[in-house]
């Protein structure tokens, strides 16, 4: 999906209460000794005394004491957590739901850093995923925005983002999946592996299907090395309870189920708005309007994908924009010329002319145009 910017409410900014000072009161000396689980994080700004204790041990890297405190806001910006969810709340309209678990997972992430620098131990989350809803609900931005994160909060040590289907990790023949599968694997650690449209890994149905094969290598690796690896699977909701149904061992490793809902018409029409402003175009007189009729008559319309959708129709209007002022053939164009969407790129489209094409997945212009 394009990145859609947000047009709800600005979200607060990410934060956890902020710890009391110590007034100015040195507490007892702190326990000495850096286990590798429990180091602070060097440069981490701390609120404790910044002396150097009698061993020539920096603060900063020494093992908190129960007295010590640690400044969150300054570890929330060490780790850039606002900067990445701010972005994501200007690239999404709505998804309030999902921002929340976002959000949620950050800050038990964010903590357990702090628990680590006071040696108290927990055990690693498992953060595998499963985001189901239809198409252009701002799946793969919000997978995207998710490794930055586990890359900032130090659980993933690259944090970039493998996106496949089927056809990267299932062969067609003996011994073609296997490599292929360990083959995406490999290229995914120390990221996020997303996978789209994951039911297809499954096909009973066919006796020759190798998915089994590849889902196996999945469920191990998943296991395994989840330190190493976010396993983020997507798809329709009934198509992912059908999967996990027959495949109870991956449902057993995700942790957490996070559903996309349908943009409502005035997002889509925001959605719309922003996309138009970011390549500097702009609705003329009336258009406004005339879009969102086009809008509400495409959301009941086959094969709707959402934000897809309003991109797709956006730029059939460019097209139809650029072939009114190109073939008029004479005369000059100005600057709000060159930026208008006018009533009429829309008018003439076969959405609003009452038949539309099956799907949005041909940008052909005279699939929408009436002659």
């Not at 000794?33 to 981490?44: E, I, K, L, N, W």
């Not at 964010?110 to 953060?127: A, H, I, M, N």
């Not at 349908?262 to 889509?268: V, W």
Request: charged share 30%.
């Amino acid at each position: 999906m394009p990145s859609d910017p947000t047009v709800e409410k600005p979200v607060p900014t990410f934060g956890m209460p902020r710890p009391g000072g110590t007034n100015g009161k040195a507490g007892p000396p702190s326990r000495r000794g850096t286990p590798p689980d429990a180091q602070a994080s060097r440069g981490s700004p701390l609120s404790s005394r910044d002396d150097v204790g009698s061993t020539g041990e920096p603060a900063e890297s020494r093992l908190l004491g129960p007295d010590d405190r640690v400044d969150v806001a300054a570890e929330r910006a060490a780790t850039n957590i606002d900067e990445t969810l701010e972005r994501l709340d200007r690239e999404l309209v709505g998804l309030v739901p999902v921002k929340t678990r976002i959000r949620e997972i950050a800050s038990l992430l964010l903590v357990d850093r702090l628990r680590q620098k006071f040696g108290l131990e927990s055990t690693k989350p498992t953060l595998h995923m499963c985001f189901t809803g239809s198409p252009g609900t701002g799946k793969t931005t919000v997978a995207l925005r998710m490794a930055e994160l586990l890359k900032g909060l130090g659980y993933l040590g690259k944090g970039h983002l493998v996106a496949v289907t089927r056809d990267e990790l299932v062969g067609q023949y003996i011994g073609h999946t296997a490599p292929k599968t360990k083959e995406v694997l490999a290229r995914a650690m120390g990221g996020v592996l997303f996978i789209d449209e994951a039911y297809y890994l499954h096909r009973p149905s066919n006796e020759r299907d190798y998915g089994q094969e590849s889902i196996e290598i999945l469920l191990q690796v998943m296991e395994n090395q989840r330190a190493d690896l976010v396993v983020i699977l997507a798809g329709y909701k009934d198509r992912m309870d059908s999967f996990f149904s027959s495949n109870p061992g991956m449902s057993s490793r995700i942790a957490h189920h996070i559903d996309f809902p349908d943009f409502s018409l005035d997002e889509l029409l925001s959605i719309g708005d922003l996309m138009l402003a970011e390549q500097s175009y702009e609705f003329g007189p009336e258009t406004r309007d005339v879009f969102r009729h086009y809008l509400e008559r495409r959301q009941k319309q086959p094969r709707f994908a959402n934000a897809r959708s309003v991109r797709n129709g956006l730029e059939r209007a460019r097209l139809r924009q650029a072939n009114r002022l190109v073939g008029r053939g004479e005369g000059t164009v100005g600057r709000d010329d060159l930026k208008q969407i006018l009533p009429g790129d829309f008018l003439v489209s076969r959405v609003l002319a009452g038949s539309i094409p099956e799907s949005d997945s041909d940008f052909e212009p005279s699939d929408e145009t009436t002659s």
